[in-house]
């Protein structure tokens, strides 16, 4: 089966709508490598809804985050995903990133921005 160009275009504007998933992005402590069988962060340290999402383009879809920074005081970022349940640890990893860590000292707050591109 192939997708057209239209139909990738409609799964863009459907995920990038105001629909349940996915709907939080986690943020971790945790590192080791990143796999496309990775469900959950290695250590997960706080999770966000979703502050706005957005069509951007044809086939693509923005998501962003917020995070204070009382939520990210101490912490040494190393990781993030983007998942669908607002329960943390439950297998529900769209995407998962790592990245050397990144400290946070209770001064700092984080917006996360991410676009997905449907091929």
Do not use: C
Not at 46 to 74: H, Q, V
Not at 88 to 106: H, I, L, N, P, Y
Request: aromatic share 12%.
């Amino acid at each position: 089966m192939t997708i057209t160009d239209v139909g990738r275009e409609f799964v863009a504007i459907r995920l990038g709508s105001n629909i349940l998933f996915p709907a939080y992005l986690a943020l971790g402590s945790g590192s080791g490598a990143v796999t496309a069988a990775n469900v959950i962060l290695v250590a997960e340290t706080d999770r966000n809804a979703f502050t706005s999402t957005s069509f951007a383009t044809s086939k693509k879809f923005n998501f962003m985050a917020d995070f204070s920074s009382t939520e990210l005081s101490g912490l040494n970022l190393r990781e993030f995903g983007v998942t669908h349940s607002g329960a943390a640890a439950t297998g529900s990893m769209w995407q998962r990133e790592g990245f050397t860590a990144v400290a946070f000292d209770g001064t700092n707050e984080l917006k996360v921005d991410i676009t997905w591109e449907i091929f």
